[in-house]
């Protein structure tokens, strides 16, 4: 075949430097359709971006804390640590006495779950948040969140002990003796 005195590997050139324009021109169209598919028109005339809807995402993350606690007490027991009617419990308590409030996408019962999560299970931050559809800083600030509404109420929680006197006739503190 004739090419017109051009050399095999000038000719190799031109066909890479030919493909190499067309791949530019199919970038650019591509990723002029891209942007039109993600760019809005503004009041003033403007392209301006979407917003990220975090609503998108509640469902799926309602779904999930139906799934850790609603199915039955022997799921719940394994992923919290504790029946459904005590998580109950504790969710009232927290928010009554206190006073812990629905954030503005995280209720309090999944606040204490993710708590709950990282207490009971010793998870980081970043499985929690893959569970439960959150970020590592929500999850983060929530459970220290949780943690200063149960230190609160380490009164209720903790029992003070009784000293047991000199008199006590149980056999058993025969064996400990006090030496003031």
């Known amino acids: 075949m004739d090419n017109g005195g051009l050399s095999n590997e000038a000719l190799a050139l031109m066909i890479f430097d030919i493909i190499r324009v067309h791949q530019l021109r199919i970038i650019c169209c591509l990723q002029a359709h891209g942007m039109l598919a993600d760019v809005e028109q503004g009041e003033d005339g403007r392209r301006v971006r979407r917003k990220f809807s975090r609503l998108e995402r509640i469902p799926a993350q309602v779904h999930h804390l139906t799934r850790l606690v609603g199915l039955n007490d022997k799921e719940c027991i394994d992923n919290l640590r504790m029946d459904r009617n005590c998580f109950g419990?504790?969710?009232?308590?927290?928010?009554?006495?206190?006073?812990?409030?629905?954030?503005?996408?995280?209720?309090?019962?999944?606040?204490?779950?993710?708590?709950?999560?990282?207490?009971?299970?010793?998870?980081?931050?970043?499985?929690?948040?893959?569970?439960?559809?959150?970020s590592g800083q929500t999850i983060s600030h929530y459970v220290n969140v949780v943690l200063k509404a149960v230190i609160m109420l380490h009164e209720l929680f903790l029992a003070k002990p009784l000293p047991v006197d000199d008199q006590c006739q149980d056999s058993r503190w025969k064996w400990f003796p006090v030496r003031v």
Not at 92 to 100: D, I
Not at 102 to 121: C, P, S, T, W
């Open 89 to 134: 419990r504790l969710c009232v308590l927290l928010r009554e006495q206190a006073g812990l409030v629905d954030g503005k996408y995280v209720y309090v019962e999944e606040q204490i779950a993710m708590f709950l999560g990282v207490l009971a299970h010793h998870d980081k931050n970043r499985r929690v948040g893959f569970h439960f559809w959150r």
